[in-house]
């Protein structure tokens, strides 16, 4: 079993539509929780960083941690074909420079 | 666009060929982290270095090794190469002060044949 699952999709929704990613992992010790955006042919960019459970807006964007239940969430409200792209969710245990664990990512389609 | 550059974009060679993937961080940036994604395992962490001293290991192979240099661009080499090495290869770097927000470079996608 892997340490973070998250559904690859993909994922297909009409413009203007509020878009719901998720993530669960296995290991209690992660305390990190981010959200990449990667498009084609592109390297993952950081979209939402949060530390431990709560949540945490930015603009269109709304990331949600549940540590009890071991679940991560992204919203994305009023959804545009720009925001068309493959998103990772990624944890860590410790602040500092240390390694990533990801999930395999979800395809996400706005259809104009 | 991140700051974070590698070279080459494209790589295409042999079975049993050894390559070298190079990564420049963004300027400041004392870390620098590889990592490697393909279709079925996602994005896997590789090595980290900073400073030019090996911080943590993932799932690097041992036909992989990787180094930093005093001018802190890394060199990422991939040597007796498999089919199943084929992959996307990604450069990210990070801030001393931040610590944790890694900034990914346009990868260097590695194609076996």
Redesign the interface.
Known sequence: QKEVEQDPGPLSVPEGAIVSLNCTYSNSAFQ?FMW?RQYS??????LM?TYSSGNKEDGRFTAQVDKSSKYISLFIRDSQPSDSATY?C?M?TN???????????TRLTIIP | DSGVTQTPKHLITATGQRVTLRCSPRSGDLSVYWYQQSLDQGLQFLIQYYNGEERAKGNILERFSAQQFPDLHSELNLSSLELGDSALYFCASSPPALGDEQFFGPGTRLTVL
């Open positions: 990190y990449y042919r592109k390297g993952p960019e950081l960083y990772l990624a860590k602040f500092g420079n240390e390694k990533l664990t990801f999930g395999t990512g």
